[in-house]
């Protein structure tokens, strides 16, 4: 069975600093991995998808990577703002259908 | 393009009675999902349909069931509410093919009291 951790829970950084927020799972045979962005009280946005053959992705000031061996995936997170408080979920997809087993998130506080 | 959209955004309910949820997909997306967020177990797979048919199932009691219209819109519905069925249920679409990334776009959610 598939189980996605996410440590820590939460994490408070002042403004401007770049930082790393991590995620394991214990099947190396995924399909996918995909990072999420939640607001308080809003649905999901997807930030990043990283196939199974790739080893990371980028996407402005954000940048994923991807360790399928070891069940590890790193989303970074460059020159931080306020605005990027939320909290962020990684999931796995084990096959092309849509299952997603998700992790329980870590809730980013950036301070002005 | 329109997002996935979800309604009711809010549902108060009491223990015992029956609640139906509706998703509409993004435009063309034929594969919708279903998930259960609560502060305890995080966010849980409830069910996956693709033209129709359930292809996958989480596992939850027979109380949860969907269903999907041939428009790809999906309904859920949950019988006889306990508390813990208290949370907030999202939906996600998206469009499955070889060689397309399956990225999946979610709602805003329906949040669901049981009282």
């Known amino acids: 069975k598939q189980e996605v951790t996410q440590i820590p829970a939460a994490l408070s950084v002042p403004e401007g600093e770049n930082l790393v927020l991590n995620c394991s799972f214990t099947?190396?045979?995924?399909?996918?991995l995909q990072w999420f962005r939640q607001d308080p009280g809003k649905g999901l946005t997807s930030l990043l998808l990283?196939?199974?053959?790739?080893r990371e992705q980028t996407s402005g000031r954000l940048n994923a990577s991807l360790d399928k061996s070891s069940g590890r995936s790193t989303l970074y997170i460059a020159a931080s703002q306020p605005g990027d408080s939320a909290t962020y979920l990684c999931?796995?997809?084990?096959?092309?259908?849509?299952?997603?087993?998700f992790g329980k998130g870590i809730t980013l506080s950036v301070r002005p | 393009k329109a997002g996935v959209t979800q309604t009711p955004r809010y549902l108060i309910k009491t223990r015992g009675q029956q609640v139906t949820l509706s998703c509409s997909p993004i435009s063309g997306h034929r594969s919708v999902s279903w998930y259960q967020q609560t502060p305890g177990q995080g966010l849980q797979f409830l069910f996956e349909y693709f033209s129709e048919t359930q292809r996958n199932k989480g596992n939850f009691p027979g109380r949860f069931s969907g269903r999907q219209f041939s428009n790809s819109r999906s309904e859920m519905n949950v019988s006889t509410l306990e508390l813990g069925d208290s949370a907030l249920y999202l939906c996600?679409?998206?469009?499955?093919?070889?060689?397309?990334?399956?990225?999946?776009?979610f709602g805003a959610g329906t949040r669901l009291s049981v009282l």
């Open positions: 099947d190396s045979a995924i399909y996918n």
């Open positions: 990283i196939q199974s053959s790739q």
């Open positions: 999931a796995v997809s084990t096959g092309a259908n849509s299952k997603l087993t």
């Open positions: 996600a679409s998206s469009l499955i093919g070889r060689g397309i990334q399956n990225i999946q776009y």
